[in-house]
């Protein structure tokens, strides 16, 4: 998949006059790449468009204009883009309670090295950026990569074959399975397309 190019980041004024369409568009088809992964996290399948409204937004956020800043946001985002063969996803750890929070994610620390996709019994699991990871506890919030391999993105991606994919946590405290539905299947698919 294409990285987000800087000629597609629009000026903040700009981006203003289009804001509600894209973000409105953007947020239904979120819908579809958001999967519950038990109670404690869901994850968001990224692709060219969400990182492109997570760039827009954080310029917007942060009023930022000066082109280095620019490139530094775009840089930092395009690393959610997948890339061959590849499925990203966001996974946060959405706990109400913050003293409930804060002592689940000491004591799951590590938790993004139990976190994969299972394709039809094939577990591929997550990559991460190692300078994210925290001594004491995980973050509330896990940029992942799956490398699938050709084998397994072509499963998914032929439509006739049904693939089951799962997206699995084995970590201690928190063990769960989440089984992604047809429309999310769906919506992913078109992040494999060679």
């Given amino acids: ?13 700009e981006y203003e006059t289009i804001r509600d369409r894209f973000r409105s568009r953007m947020i239904e088809e979120k819908k579809t790449r958001r999967v ?10 990224e692709n060219h468009d969400t990182v492109l409204l997570q760039i827009q937004e954080m310029l917007r956020t942060e009023r930022i204009t000066r082109e280095g800043a620019v490139l ?4 930092t985002y395009n690393k959610l883009v997948p890339g061959m063969d590849e499925l990203s996803a966001t996974v946060m750890i959405e706990i109400i309670d913050t003293n409930v929070r804060d002592k689940f994610l000491v004591d799951a620390r590590g938790f993004e090295r139990h976190v994969a996709l299972v394709v039809d019994g094939e577990k591929r699991p997550a990559v991460w950026e190692p300078s994210r990871e925290l001594e004491d506890r995980t973050s509330a919030v896990h940029y992942l990569r799956f490398p699938l391999g050709a084998k397994a993105a072509a499963h998914i991606r032929d ?15 928190y063990s769960v399975r989440a089984t ?3 429309s999310t299947l ?3 698919t078109e992040d494999l397309v060679p």
């Fill in 1 to 13: 998949m294409r990285p987000v190019q800087r000629d597609e980041i629009l000026g903040l004024a």
């Fill in 186 to 188: 769906a919506s992913i």
């Fill in 36 to 45: 519950a992964v038990g109670d404690k996290a869901t994850a968001v399948f």
């Fill in 159 to 173: 439509k006739k074959k049904g693939a089951r994919v799962e997206l699995v946590v084995d970590h201690p405290v």
């Fill in 72 to 75: 530094h946001e775009l840089e």
């Fill in 180 to 182: 992604l539905s047809p």
